[in-house]
């Protein structure tokens, strides 16, 4: 269950982020990179003491002015210039260095989450949905690439200018600092109380929009079945059900932010101009300067700055840490199927010979329904076994329990004798060459979905492996021959040319075992006996297993198992098998009666 694994497949369970702590998440990520830290740092206490310094050259020009000293008027406006300059240098180092940082720890954090869901067991895609997967490695890290990128060097930098301008004020005046003082708990009561209500709206939010994400990915890759279905109209609500409600919740958590932002400034502001009134009556009583009212003012207004800055950057922190939260749940997801510590390599040559001994299995999402019940089969090295049976019979399970997509609740699967389980997975599937039901193929050309099959392959070993699947003939007939791109999904191939490419995958693959999952379903009868004669010269020296509902494929197999309800209920030739009666026979009887049916029909017609 995806519960077992560090993470929830419904968003509204979740545990809500109380504090930005999950931020600490991220130091894995940021160790790496200590001396960007150091450089970044040092550029942000150089541009804060420089911002602290500005208003004492303020207040020396101010007073300049009375002085009556041109020479030392000038003096002053020059030193102001100057830390004006060394600021605007600062700040930009300060930028480069955080920004660049920023930008790297998120490409490292995005790479970390696509290597550990890219090696996760479809038991683990059963309970998550692919498309909250992408939104978190997409929506989350962007929010993450703001707060180190930005919000966190600007919150500390507050921080400084804060305590720093503190101190300041109180030399410049304390009477006037202690009345400033007074009004801080108004100010954190607010930011405390509705930061609460931002967290929880924030996390929300992010759930909302991953759940949209999720839809509209499962939806788009549908399509076609949407649009068959005619079921634009129910999609298009249901995805606009989804937005409003991240919708709503966005619009909420910024209610409570402008809401929390019209406090705070509203008491600071006040407070700045209650301490003025008193500054200014200070000094018409010459208890200070016109210059020391000014630098107290300008402090005053870069502390009650760096407050409200600071009210802001905390939801933003909160916000990061739900993130933060949520691609950590990722990375430290555990897979159902994984390599034991002391799981060995394959060698490098091996027979090819299969067994399953008393399998049982069932898929989580289904744990009340065995897929493999007692299941046994042995397979000697270059036989080739047909698996057939009615659909759930537990065909294509076989296939999955033998790429260790999923592991026997009970009995285990060999390979040459060793367990499976004993092995790395990337060792062991080597030597597997497995076409599926539904073939996968990749936003790129025609050659290289071939070679996906044996990446460094040449182009010649890719065309006889095309040639062999009888692909060579329609994949010359493209605009661009084996270069043509052919569409996500390869949207612009039909189930029939997509299939050829998927075995022509396989024959390049060269692997002693050749799994073939309802492998020519999708071609017309003179493609499929091509396919089938290729089929038939790559399994002459290879172990081959064969899922197939249409018998006529698999009458040459040197052995049929007949599954029913995850058991083998009949095992033997085609001909034996026939002639035992039985569901073999029956299922026969129904498939080349019909055929014969179509053609007598075709001729009389």
Do not use: C
Request: proline content about 3%; hydrophobic content about 50%; charged content about 20%.
């Amino acid at each position: 269950m995806a519960q077992d694994q560090g993470i929830t497949a419904d968003p509204q369970s979740r545990e809500k982020s109380k504090t930005v702590g999950p931020l600490n998440g991220l130091a894995p990520f940021l160790r790496p990179y200590r001396l960007m830290i150091a450089l970044a740092g040092l550029s942000l206490v150089v541009t804060a003491t420089l911002s602290l310094l500005l208003p004492l050259a303020v207040r020396r020009v101010v007073d300049g002015f009375s002085s009556g000293s041109t020479q030392l008027m000038d003096q002053y406006f020059g030193a102001a210039i100057g830390i004006a300059g060394l600021l605007a240098v600062g700040t930009g180092f300060r930028y480069y260095f955080v920004t660049r940082l920023g930008e790297r720890v998120v490409a490292d954090i995005r790479k970390a989450v696509y290597t550990k869901m890219i090696g996760m067991s479809p038991a683990f895609f059963d309970k998550v949905m692919t498309g909250e997967v992408l939104s978190r490695i997409t929506t989350d890290t962007t929010l993450i690439q703001s707060v180190i990128g930005s919000s966190v060097s600007v919150a500390l930098r507050n921080v400084l200018i804060f305590f720093g301008g503190l101190i300041l004020m109180m030399f410049t005046s304390a009477k006037l600092t202690g009345a400033v003082l007074l009004l801080v708990p108004f100010v954190l009561v607010p930011i405390l109380v509705l930061g609460r209500r931002v967290r929880r709206l924030s996390r929300e939010n992010q759930n909302k929009i991953a759940e949209s994400s999720g839809n509209a990915s499962e939806t788009l890759l549908a399509a076609t079945t949407v649009q068959a279905f005619t079921h634009e109209a129910r999609s298009r609500a249901r995805f606009d059900t989804l937005t409003e409600e991240a919708f709503d919740a966005a619009r909420q958590r910024i209610g409570a932010r402008a809401l929390t932002t019209v406090i705070v400034i509203f008491l600071i502001f006040t407070g700045i101009v209650g301490v003025l009134w008193m500054g200014a009556r200070d000094v018409r009583a010459d208890v200070m300067s016109t210059g020391a009212l000014v630098q107290f003012v300008i402090y005053a207004v870069l502390v009650a700055g760096s407050v409200a800055a600071l009210s802001e950057i905390w939801s933003e922190l909160q916000r990061a840490a739900g993130a933060t939260e949520r691609l950590v749940e990722l990375l430290h997801a555990e897979d159902p199927v994984q390599d034991r510590e002391d799981a060995a390599q394959m060698p490098d040559a091996i027979k090819g010979a299969v067994a399953f001994d008393e399998v049982t299995f069932r898929y989580p999402a289904r744990p009340k329904a065995p897929a493999l019940d007692g299941f046994s089969l042995h397979v000697k090295a270059g036989e080739t076994v047909a698996l057939v049976g009615p659909s759930g019979a537990g065909k294509s399970t076989v296939f999955q329990l033998l790429l260790r997509f999923f592991d026997p609740d009970t009995g285990r699967v060999t390979l040459d004798g060793m367990d499976i389980s004993s092995l790395r997975r990337d060792a062991f599937r080597h030597h597997l060459a497995y076409v599926p039901q539904d073939p996968v193929i990749f936003a790129t050309s025609a050659m290289e979905n071939i070679r996906f099959g044996r990446p460094n392959a040449s182009d010649a070993e890719v065309i006889a492996a095309a040639k062999a699947a009888a692909a060579d003939g329609f994949l010359n007939a493209l605009p661009e021959g084996y270069d043509s791109f052919v569409g996500e999904r390869g949207v612009m191939l039909s189930g029939g040319q997509k299939q050829r490419i998927a075995i022509a995958r396989a024959i390049l693959r060269d692997a002693p075992v050749l799994l073939l999952d309802e492998a020519t379903s999708a071609l017309d009868a003179e493609s499929e006996q091509a396919v089938q004669q290729a089929v038939d010269r790559l399994s002459a020296d290879r172990t081959t297993l064969i899922v197939a509902h249409r018998l006529a494929t698999v009458k040459r197999a040197d052995r049929i198992i007949v599954l029913d309800g995850g058991k083998v209920v009949a095992q033997g030739t085609h001909d034996a098998l026939v002639a035992e009666g039985g569901l073999y026979a029956r299922l026969a009887r129904l498939q080349f009666t019909a055929g014969m049916d179509d053609v007598i029909e075709r001729q009389v017609g």
